[in-house]
């Protein structure tokens, strides 16, 4: 049960559309600033006087220290409030912000990042509970959640385009301070629009040794993820994060079967319909996740392309999930969910397949097109899932819920990243020994063999790029057929019921 407002329309908020663009806002100004930062690196490396690999461990920290607190935040949405969350997490990201705009040195940085992370992983739980508990009819809860939803994609396309223009006309510190103003307007519109809303079950105490168990082994969980590859994935280093991993999960595990008031609620996972949306989404955000990151990569080492312009290749994508996103949530109620998950997920596979026929004469609309399909099939089928999730869960603990969902697409985009990378650089050396088996070259001076290796190694790193784009989309469409094990009915009195 939640607490409410009287609203004098039907039980509908007449401001709700208002804390939609508000959570849209803060949810954008958090994903923005990830995104812009890796393009900072370079800058941040020659003024600190660092390597690129000390420098890693700016994105490292982060993506940790945010992996860690999701389910914190969650939780404490629940329970003493999801707009004093929200606030709290908005105020925390500014001050962070203001911090690593005056960074003086690398651990400074690392420091003020990993306060930034803290705050901003309190927006997705609260933002989801807070938008599924204003938005409390199936229909309109879709479509909102849809929307919001759309605004991490758009985050990803518009932080290269508006942070490489801060960055050369401004400098590095300007991608931070820039949160300040754009921030304080989203303060002020989640002081003023949001409604304060708790669970009428009372908290007594706080799940802390669940919360240090599961903060540890998602530490290095994501940090062997996001390492391995450097460290190399069967390294003493790695399998002792594998074995940290492991042994807190289970530590955990049974910390929370036995408490009253756990920070995760195993029982979510025994509702069949749950853990489908969950395993669907982590297929499709691996899938995605894994494929997309080469695509800037591809783009610019082949094709020649600069940083902004590659930023305006995806332009289009933002377009196609900001479109798709409502639409797919304007089936709720007309179409079982788990046809459009499914046909909506086929569709992002198939947009991912078609990456595979890149080379190096390829041209804009060779990556815009297939970006477009991926982004409006996985819009589609956004809404129904958030949707879903909200629908199932009890009110009372929405924010927990929506801390494992945030949860599993993080991590489903870092095991995207590692596994994708690795098949990537395994194929490269694969096809080099094969290609250069089965051919031949009739000259034999200096100039002539450079460029017979040369495009031995080119043919083999494009080639590679198909494999992994190939793969990535067979995972994809597995996760489509998937889809058909979420079964959804129709309850008497209310719009969607999930079983």
């Known amino acids: 049960m939640e607490t409410r407002e009287n609203f004098p329309t039907g039980g509908k908020d007449p401001m709700r559309w208002w804390i939609l663009v508000t959570v849209i806002l803060g949810t954008f100004l958090g994903r923005l600033d990830q995104t812009i930062v890796n393009l900072a690196l ?45 606030i709290l997490g908005f105020v925390g990201f500014l001050f962070g912000s203001a911090l690593a705009g005056f960074a003086w040195n690398l651990t400074s940085m690392i420091f003020f990042r990993v306060i930034q992370a803290i705050a901003s992983s309190a927006d997705y739980p609260t933002a989801m509970a807070i938008l599924a508990v204003t938005f409390n009819e199936g229909k309109d809860r879709a479509q909102a959640l849809g929307l919001w939803s759309s605004s991490f994609a758009a985050a990803s396309v518009f932080g290269p385009l508006i942070g490489g223009n801060l960055i050369d006309t401004f400098g590095w510190r300007s991608i931070f301070l820039v949160n300040i103003p754009v921030g304080i307007l989203g303060l002020f519109m989640a002081l003023t629009f949001v409604k304060e809303s708790v669970s009428e079950r009372k908290t007594r105490r706080f799940d802390w040794w669940g919360s240090i168990t599961l903060g540890v082994a998602l530490a290095t969980l994501v940090l062997v993820l996001d ?45 069949k319909v749950f853990s489908n949306v969950l395993g669907n989404n982590f297929v499709v955000f691996m899938g995605m996740m894994g494929s997309v990151f080469l695509i800037p990569i591809f783009a610019q080492t082949f ?17 196609a999930l900001m479109i798709a996103s409502p639409l797919g949530g304007s089936l709720t109620g007309q179409v079982e969910p788990r046809y459009v998950i499914a046909a909506s997920t086929a569709v992002a596979g198939l947009g991912i397949y ?56 993080n991590i ?13 650089t395994n194929t490269i050396g694969g096809n080099v020994l094969s290609i250069a088996q089965n051919s031949r070259v009739n000259l034999l001076n200096p100039e002539t063999y450079r460029q017979f290796v040369g495009l031995i190694i080119l043919k083999a790193q494009v080639s590679a790029y198909g494999t992994v784009f190939k793969t990535a989309s067979i995972l994809v469409l597995a996760g489509a057929a998937a889809a058909f094990w979420i079964r959804v009915k129709e309850k008497a009195g209310e719009k969607v019921f999930v079983e």
């Not at 391995?228 to 530590?251: D, E, K, M, N, Q």
């Not at 004469?361 to 809404?383: Q, V």
């Open 412 to 424: 489903a985009g870092a095991f995207g990243i590692a596994v994708f990378g690795t098949i990537l």
């Open 42 to 86: 370079p800058k941040i490396i020659d003024d600190f006087k660092i390597t690129v690999t000390a420098a890693g461990w700016i994105a490292t920290a982060y993506i940790l220290a945010n992996a860690v607190f999701v389910p914190v935040w969650g939780k404490l949405g629940d329970t003493i409030g999801r707009k004093k969350v929200y």
């Open 227 to 271: 390492q391995g590859s450097v460290w190399g994935w069967t390294s003493s280093t790695s399998a002792l994060c594998y074995f940290i991993t492991i042994f807190f999960s289970l530590i955990f595990i049974l910390i929370e079967k036995k408490t009253s008031e756990p920070i995760v609620d195993l029982q979510f996972f025994k509702i």
């Open 354 to 409: 078609v990456f595979s026929y890149l080379d190096p004469r390829s041209g804009p609309l060779n990556i815009i097109i297939p970006l477009a399909i991926m982004a409006f099939g996985m819009g589609f089928g956004m809404a129904q899932r958030t949707n879903i999730i909200a629908s199932v869960i009890p009110k009372e603990e929405i924010g927990s819920a929506s801390a494992i969902l945030a949860l599993a697409r």
């Open 303 to 319: 094709l020649g392309y600069n940083a902004t312009q590659t930023g305006y290749l995806f332009i289009p994508m933002a377009a």
